[in-house]
C-alpha cells in the first residue's frame, strides 16, 4: 500500500485521524454521562492494521481501537478525563492537517508534472 | 437522524443540546431555591437530567441524549410559620430543599463541558473544509 499508489499511506493515514477524531469526540461528548467508557485509536495499530489487509479500512482500525485507562477512576464509571481527550484531540488535528499537507504538497508536484511546467 | 450513520457534527451537537437541558434545570432549581408551599406535595422538588449514551454501531461514535428529567434530593422541609399566608391549618409551610452550592457546581460543569462540545465542533468544521480545499 505505501509503496503503490498516487497518495502512498496518506490517505489511509487521513482515515485513521478522521476516525479518531470522531471518536476523542464522542469521549468529550460524553464526559458527563455515568459509566461511560473512553475510547481511542492506536494509530500506528490502525496503520500497520490497514496496510496488512492492502488498503481496506475499517477492520484494521476497530483492531487498533482500545479502552482508555484512566488516570483516576471517577466514582460514576466514567473514564472520560478532559485534559488526555483535549490533548489528544489537538494533537490528532495537528496530525490531520500534516497529513492535508502531505496530500496538497504531492497532488501539486503532480499537477506540475502533468502540465509539463 | 434515525437509522443515518451519525456525523461528527450530530455528536457534538447532541452533547451540546444535554447540556443545555442540564443548565435548564439548574436554572430551575436555583430559581425555586427557598420557594414555600402548602403541603409537602406542592413543594418545589429538585429535578436533573438523566444522561444516556448513544451508540452508533454503524459510525463507531457515540453521543449522548437526555434520557429523562427527575426529581431528585431532599426532601422539602416542614417549617412551622403560621404568619405565613401559605400556611396549612396546622401553621405549616413546606419549604423547597434546593441544594444552591451543587446547583452552581453543576451550572459550571454544564458550561465547561458546552464550551468543549464547541470547541470540539470548530475544530471539526475547519478540519472538514481543509479537506473540502485539498488539491487547490
Given at each position: 500500500?505505501s509503496d503503490?499508489?498516487?497518495?502512498?499511506v496518506?490517505?489511509a493515514?487521513?482515515?485513521?485521524r478522521?476516525?479518531?477524531?470522531?471518536?476523542?469526540?464522542?469521549?468529550?461528548?460524553?464526559?458527563s454521562?455515568?459509566?461511560?467508557?473512553?475510547k481511542?485509536?492506536?494509530?500506528?495499530?490502525?496503520?500497520?492494521g490497514?496496510?496488512?489487509?492492502?488498503?481496506?479500512?475499517?477492520?484494521?482500525?476497530?483492531?487498533?481501537?482500545l479502552?482508555?485507562?484512566p488516570?483516576?477512576?471517577?466514582?460514576?464509571?466514567?473514564?472520560?478525563?478532559?485534559?488526555?481527550?483535549?490533548?489528544?484531540?489537538?494533537?490528532?488535528?495537528?496530525?490531520?492537517?500534516?497529513?492535508?499537507?502531505?496530500?496538497?504538497?504531492?497532488?501539486?508536484?503532480i499537477?506540475?508534472?502533468?502540465?509539463?511546467? | 437522524?434515525?437509522?443515518?450513520?451519525?456525523?461528527?457534527?450530530?455528536?457534538?451537537?447532541?452533547a451540546?443540546?444535554?447540556?443545555?437541558?442540564?443548565?435548564?434545570?439548574?436554572?430551575?432549581?436555583?430559581?425555586?431555591?427557598?420557594?414555600?408551599?402548602?403541603?409537602?406535595?406542592?413543594?418545589?422538588?429538585?429535578?436533573?437530567?438523566?444522561?444516556?449514551?448513544a451508540?452508533?454501531?454503524?459510525?463507531?461514535?457515540?453521543?449522548v441524549?437526555?434520557?429523562?428529567?427527575v426529581?431528585?434530593?431532599?426532601?422539602?422541609?416542614?417549617?412551622y410559620?403560621?404568619?405565613?399566608?401559605?400556611?396549612?391549618?396546622?401553621g405549616?409551610?413546606?419549604?423547597?430543599?434546593?441544594?444552591?452550592?451543587?446547583?452552581?457546581?453543576?451550572?459550571l460543569?454544564?458550561?465547561?463541558?458546552?464550551?468543549?462540545?464547541v470547541?470540539?465542533?470548530?475544530?471539526?468544521?475547519?478540519?472538514?473544509?481543509?479537506?473540502?480545499?485539498?488539491?487547490?
Amino acid at each position: 500500500m505505501s509503496d503503490d499508489g498516487l497518495f502512498g499511506v496518506h490517505g489511509a493515514a487521513l482515515a485513521v485521524r478522521s476516525q479518531r477524531m470522531g471518536m476523542l469526540a464522542s469521549n468529550i461528548a460524553n464526559a458527563s454521562t455515568p459509566g461511560y467508557k473512553a475510547k481511542d485509536i492506536d494509530f500506528r495499530a490502525a496503520l500497520a492494521g490497514i496496510e496488512a489487509q492492502g488498503g481496506a479500512g475499517d477492520a484494521g482500525i476497530d483492531a487498533a481501537t482500545l479502552y482508555r485507562v484512566p488516570l483516576q477512576p471517577s466514582q460514576d464509571g466514567n473514564t472520560v478525563e478532559l485534559a488526555t481527550e483535549q490533548t489528544a484531540f489537538a494533537e490528532n488535528a495537528v496530525a490531520y492537517q500534516t497529513t492535508l499537507a502531505f496530500l496538497n504538497g504531492r497532488i501539486s508536484t503532480i499537477t506540475r508534472a502533468l502540465r509539463g511546467e | 437522524m434515525g437509522d443515518q450513520p451519525l456525523s461528527i457534527f450530530q455528536v457534538s451537537g447532541r452533547a451540546m443540546s444535554a447540556q443545555l437541558v442540564r443548565m435548564n434545570t439548574t436554572a430551575s432549581n436555583l430559581a425555586n431555591a427557598g420557594t414555600v408551599a402548602s403541603s409537602a406535595q406542592a413543594a418545589y422538588r429538585t429535578i436533573k437530567p438523566v444522561f444516556r449514551t448513544a451508540f452508533d454501531e454503524a459510525s463507531g461514535m457515540a453521543t449522548v441524549d437526555v434520557e429523562q428529567v427527575v426529581t431528585a434530593g431532599a426532601e422539602p422541609t416542614k417549617r412551622y410559620d403560621p404568619g405565613n399566608p401559605l400556611a396549612d391549618a396546622e401553621g405549616n409551610v413546606w419549604e423547597s430543599a434546593v441544594d444552591e452550592t451543587r446547583e452552581l457546581v453543576d451550572m459550571l460543569a454544564a458550561s465547561r463541558t458546552y464550551q468543549n462540545n464547541v470547541e470540539v465542533m470548530q475544530t471539526a468544521k475547519s478540519l472538514i473544509v481543509d479537506t473540502l480545499k485539498l488539491g487547490r
